[in-house]
Nanobody, 124 residues
Framework: QVQLVESGGGLVQAGGSLRLSCAAS????????MAWFRQALGKEREFVAA????????RYVDSVKGRFTISRDNAKNTVYLQMNSLRPEDTAAYYC?????????????????WGQGTQVTVSS
């Protein structure tokens, strides 16, 4: 059974930082592309960042480039999202997603497994 468990969310002031973690189990993590998505209240889910199975390919949504960094530790079956210079518009529930067996960076609709989400709230 595949499980993705996010942690690290919370309340932070604008300009602050948070580091999200997603621990994966039940899949071959080193053969799995991983991503972070977010969904703000009343809005559609939005892609944030993705990292290939080996970490050699990374993609970000334009609004977080230069502020967020996605990384992974295949030995720990964990993917991270370091979020710096946070803004109120970054407030959302953040979800980890997995695309097993995919090379490179999958399309957004190719992620098969999802975590339960962790809330990030940025106050102004």
């Amino acid at each position: 059974q595949v499980q993705l468990v996010e942690s690290g969310g919370g309340l932070v002031q604008a300009g602050g930082s948070l580091r999200l973690s997603c621990a994966a189990s039940g899949l071959f993590f080193s053969s799995t592309a991983m991503a972070w998505f977010r969904q703000a209240l009343g809005k559609e889910r939005e892609f944030v960042a993705a990292i290939s199975r080996s970490g050699d390919r990374i993609r970000y949504v334009d609004s977080v480039k230069g502020r967020f960094t996605i990384s992974r530790d295949n030995a720990k079956n964990t993917v991270y999202l370091q979020m710096n210079s946070l803004r109120p518009e970054d407030t959302a529930a953040y979800y980890c997603a997995a695309a097993p067996g995919r090379y490179g960076l999958p399309r957004d609709d190719e992620y098969m497994y999802w975590g339960q989400g962790t809330q990030v709230t940025v106050s102004s």
